[in-house]
């Protein structure tokens, strides 16, 4: 993402990585999905803005019917480490 607030500082591309994140998940493109929320994650880790957790969690729970797959269990793997980290 490059998306950016208008003050330069990119503190909004975890809700908008999010956001594009669950909204491929609704279209069933999971591998998009899950790409879209890692980048949200990898920005929450710098950030921790508790706005974008909110975002990043609930996309995250759209991903229950995959939660088999190695990429969906990779991404909650990373969540984990997020709620441990904060």
């Keep these: 993402m490059t998306l950016k607030d208008e003050d330069g500082s990119g503190h909004d ?3 908008v990585g999010a956001a594009a994140g669950s909204a491929r998940i609704r279209q069933r493109d999971v591998e998009a999905g899950v790409a ?6 990898t920005e929450l880790e710098t950030t ?6 909110n975002i ?3 996309a ?3 991903l229950r019917p995959w939660r088999q797959e190695a990429l969906v269990a ?13």
């Design 13 to 15: 591309r975890h809700a």
């Design 36 to 41: 879209s929320l890692t980048e949200a994650i």
């Design 48 to 53: 921790r803005g508790g706005g974008g957790m």
């Design 56 to 58: 990043v969690f609930g």
């Design 60 to 62: 995250a729970r759209e």
């Design 74 to 86: 990779e991404v909650h793997d990373r969540l984990l480490g997020l709620m441990t980290a904060a």
